[in-house]
């Protein structure tokens, strides 16, 4: 009788286990986006500077810049439009081999920039490829 008493405890708690996994996992997973056009950031510093960090030691500036919202400032140096209609502004970071990619958040449909510009965006580092990549950019 109190094997039968252990296993339905045992299978109680390993279902009630189960139940609060699902439900944490359910909240986190519709977790809804934070505004970064209003969001504070928690770094600010110009494209030179940030590509300079990641250039310099990219685990120390993965470390410190990566997924946190940057606040980043700089001249447009290259507007591109991709087919699916996102747009992406590439800052003058002053080197010859890269720079800093701003993808626009997928709301900001009508919006025109031109190279040259100075512009501050608000964005999300994913970190370093060839260049810097902010995502789900907002102008300030």
Do not use: W
């Not at 685990?59 to 001249?75: H, M, P, S």
């Not at 512009?119 to 999300?124: A, D, S």
């Amino acid at each position: 009788m109190t094997k039968i008493m252990n296993k339905k405890i045992i299978l109680g708690a390993v279902a009630l286990v189960l139940l609060i996994g699902a439900l944490v996992g359910y909240r986190m997973y519709n977790k809804p986006h934070v505004d970064l056009a209003t969001a504070t950031a928690d770094h600010q510093l110009s494209a030179t500077a940030l590509f300079a960090a990641f250039e310099a030691d990219e685990a120390a500036a993965n470390a410190k810049y990566l997924d946190k919202v940057i606040r980043v400032e700089g001249e447009i140096m290259k507007v591109t439009k991709e087919e699916n209609g996102q747009s992406s502004l590439t800052l003058n970071a002053g080197g010859m081999l890269g720079g800093v990619i701003c993808q626009l958040d997928p709301s900001l449909t009508e919006v025109s920039f031109t190279e040259g510009q100075n512009i501050t965006l608000n964005g999300l580092c994913t970190g370093m490829l060839m260049d810097v990549v902010l995502v789900r950019c907002k102008p300030v």
